[in-house]
T-cell receptor, first 113, second 112 residues
Framework: GAGVSQTPSNKVTEKGKYVELRCDPI?????LYWYRQSLGQGPEFLIY????????DSGLPNDRFFAVRPEGSVSTLKIQRTERGDSAVYLC???????????FGEGSRLTVL | EDQVTQSPEALRLQEGESSSLNCSYT??????LFWYRQDPGKGPEFLFT???AGEEKEKERLKATLTKKESFLHITAPKPEDSATYLC?????????????FGKGTSLLVTP
């Protein structure tokens, strides 16, 4: 596609529920990143994929968070047993060149009630 | 630990009133310093990358400069459509891939 696509754009769930957020990167981009942005803060790094493998998941806050990218394109961020503190905008970005520029999607706004 | 500090947190300008935003950083092995613009409800939009001290880049009313400790985003004769949050980020040699470490941003409001 022309840009990074994220779905859903908004997700409201109840505490304790399971949530999946999807990211479709720019076609041909091998690197994919997930970030989380809370109100008034800059984006916070969660995980980085190079191809199908998670090259660095050091930003995932705990084991309730998991992400996959099985075919090296679309990625899914999975959050188990959601908590109110998980409420944020989850941003996905992809990169494909040597300049290091990241292209961001519009984000998925997660609200946990 | 890499740190990025942006100032001021918020800035209000009148249309045509030039100013500068600051980004101070400490990083092990800077690969690049990035400026992004973020509109409410949108993802960050790339503006500039600077790679070495002394480098400058311009785009319309914006000019970004870089020293060994900080970067400035100069806004000349701003217009209301320049209102947004401006994010600074560093890409370090210790980072995995091209992961960026962001500051908290400067929220800019330009009034007519």
């Amino acid at each position: 596609g022309a840009g990074v696509s994220q779905t859903p754009s908004n997700k409201v769930t109840e505490k304790g529920k399971y949530v999946e957020l999807r990211c479709d990167p720019i076609s041909g981009h091998t690197a994919l990143y997930w970030y989380r942005q809370s109100l008034g803060q800059g984006p916070e790094f969660l995980i980085y994929f190079q191809g199908t493998g998670a090259a660095d998941d050091s930003g995932l806050p705990n084991d309730r968070f998991f992400a996959v990218r099985p075919e090296g394109s679309v990625s899914t961020l999975k959050i188990q047993r959601t908590e109110r503190g998980d409420s944020a905008v989850y941003l996905c970005a992809s990169s494909g060149g040597t300049t290091g520029e990241l292209f961001f999607g519009e984000g998925s706004r997660l609200t946990v009630l | 630990e890499d740190q990025v500090t942006q100032s001021p947190e918020a800035l209000r300008l009148q249309e045509g009133e030039s100013s500068s935003l600051n980004c101070s950083y400490t990083v092990s092995g800077l690969r690049g310093l990035f400026w992004y613009r973020q509109d409410p409800g949108k993802g960050p939009e790339f503006l500039f990358t600077l790679y070495s001290a002394g480098e400058e880049k311009e785009k319309e009313r914006l000019k970004a400069t870089l020293t060994k400790k900080e970067s400035f985003l100069h806004i000349t004769a701003p217009k209301p459509e320049d209102s947004a949050t401006y994010l600074c980020a560093v890409q370090a040699g210790s980072n995995s891939g091209y992961a960026l470490n962001f500051g908290k941003g400067t929220s800019l409001l330009v009034t007519p």
